[in-house]
């Protein structure tokens, strides 16, 4: 049973969501469970103003989950370049390849069965049954957590057991069990527009009267973590090694970042490496490659990762034959270079015309 706090909060929740949620995205309101999912695959570590680009670009591909399952990898590994987290897209696949061929092409209507699907979890579990099938499940997410906290005054880590159970138990009783599609939409889109992570419209807020972080001024330090994220730095010195109008690349197979995708010839390092005749030279006699003309050494590129932040630099090396040490079928013309799926930050460096790749 709710207490007269709680039922103030969803009371006031839904009333604002009413009058005053003007927030429009492409995939509100609909029922296709298809369409939800797909959204909350995109939306996982993607801004929306991000992610309604790739949603339109996919829905009108894929138009349904047969069309998915039976596209090809590299079609939609390149559908969805630029987004990174790339297992997202592999899961994606695996889930609507295992639905065509296991229940034609449908999703479970059950909770439980939803949760069992690769790549979804208790939040997008959730929002496909609530918001397809209007079933009461409430979604907690990072909106979710950070409203939760200021209103209530929550000091328990967000990232511990204890409070993921916390959380959760409160999150459902709060729900409208008679509208959780409504109710769900309704505190996500109050997280991203007014209980915002940084600088929320306290003043603005209708549920300011009664929220803990507001009366005592906490709002900037709720919710809170235990745990920090240490970032990772490594330095990726990419070879792009071009023949007449050929260029070698190859696919990342490994289980690392960018699994599956495309890039030039890498030399990892521990650290920064001032790249000069010498060490060139170096670096392309372990590939057997004498004939050469350094075209160019790109600056250095930066890229934030989660855990990791990048350090990438390209260097341009023009050889008049093909070297033996390299496989023979990982040259690909240049003008075809579009139809791969590359890492962003590689196909960024491909697009600028600054960088433009030349034989000459």
Same mark, same amino acid.
């Given at each position: 049973m709710?207490t ?7 009371? *006031?929740?839904?009333?604002w969501n ?6 429009k995205?492409p995939?509100k ?6 369409k ?7 939306l996982?570590q993607?801004?929306v103003?991000?992610g309604?680009?790739?949603?339109? %670009?996919?829905?009108e591909k894929y138009?349904n989950?047969?069309?998915?399952a039976n596209a090809?990898?590299?079609?939609v590994?390149k559908?969805?370049?630029?987004l /990174?987290?790339?297992?997202r897209c ?7 390849r ?12 059950n909770?439980h069965?939803?949760l *069992?699907?690769? /790549?979804?979890g208790?939040y #997008?579990?959730?929002a496909?049954a609530?918001?397809?099938f209007n079933?009461?499940?409430a979604v907690?997410?990072?909106n979710?957590?950070?409203i939760?906290a200021r209103y209530?005054g929550?000091h #328990? ?5 204890? /409070? ?12 409208d ?13 109050? /997280?991203?527009?007014?209980c915002k992570?940084?600088l929320p419209? @306290?003043? &603005? @807020?209708?549920l300011k009267?009664? @929220?803990?972080a ?13 745990k920090?994220i240490?970032?990772k ?6 070879f792009?090694?071009?023949? &007449?109008?050929d260029?070698w690349i ?10 599956n995708?495309h890039?030039f ?7 920064k490496i %001032?790249w000069?005749?010498l060490n060139? &030279?170096k *670096?392309l ?8 003309t350094i075209k160019n050494?790109s600056k250095?590129?930066?890229q934030?990762?989660?855990? *990791?932040s990048l350090?990438?630099?390209?260097i341009?090396i ?6 033996t ?6 040259w690909i013309?240049q003008?075809k270079?579009?139809?791969?799926a590359?890492p962003?930050?590689?196909n ?8 433009y790749l #030349?034989?000459s």
């Open positions: 709710q007269s706090k709680e039922k103030y909060f969803t009371k *006031q929740l839904l009333n009413k009058k005053f949620n003007d927030r995205m995939w309101g609909i029922k296709d469970p298809y939800i999912w797909l959204s909350e695959v995109i996982q993607t801004k103003e991000q309604i680009h790739y949603y339109i %670009k996919f829905t138009t989950i047969i069309s998915l090809k990898d590299k079609e590994y559908l969805w370049e630029g /990174g987290y790339y297992n592999k899961n994606l696949l695996f889930t609507a295992k639905l065509r061929d296991e229940n034609a092409g449908k999703f479970p209507t909770y069965e939803i *069992q699907l690769k /790549g979804i208790v #997008t579990a959730a496909i609530s918001f397809a079933l009461p499940y907690i997410d990072g979710v957590y950070r939760l209530f929550i #328990t880590p967000i990232d511990s057991n204890e /409070g993921k159970k916390e959380f959760t138990h409160l999150a459902n009783k709060l729900l069990k008679r509208k959780p599609a409504v109710y769900n939409q309704a505190i996500m889109d109050f /997280g991203a527009t007014v992570p940084n419209l @306290c003043n &603005n @807020c209708k009267k009664n @929220c803990i507001f009366i005592s001024n906490e709002a900037n330090l709720l919710p809170i973590k235990n920090r240490v970032k730095h490594r330095w990726l010195n990419y792009i090694l071009i023949n &007449n109008h260029v190859k696919e990342r197979t490994e289980k690392d970042i960018w699994q995708l890039e010839y890498l030399v990892e390092s521990e650290k %001032k000069n005749e060139i &030279n *670096q006699q372990q590939l057997n490659i004498k004939n050469y050494i250095e590129f930066k934030q990762l989660t855990h *990791q350090h990438v630099q390209f341009q023009l050889i008049s034959t093909k070297p040490t390299l496989k023979r079928d990982y013309s003008n270079l579009s139809t791969v590359f962003k930050i590689i960024e460096f491909i697009k600028n015309k600054d960088n #030349t034989s």
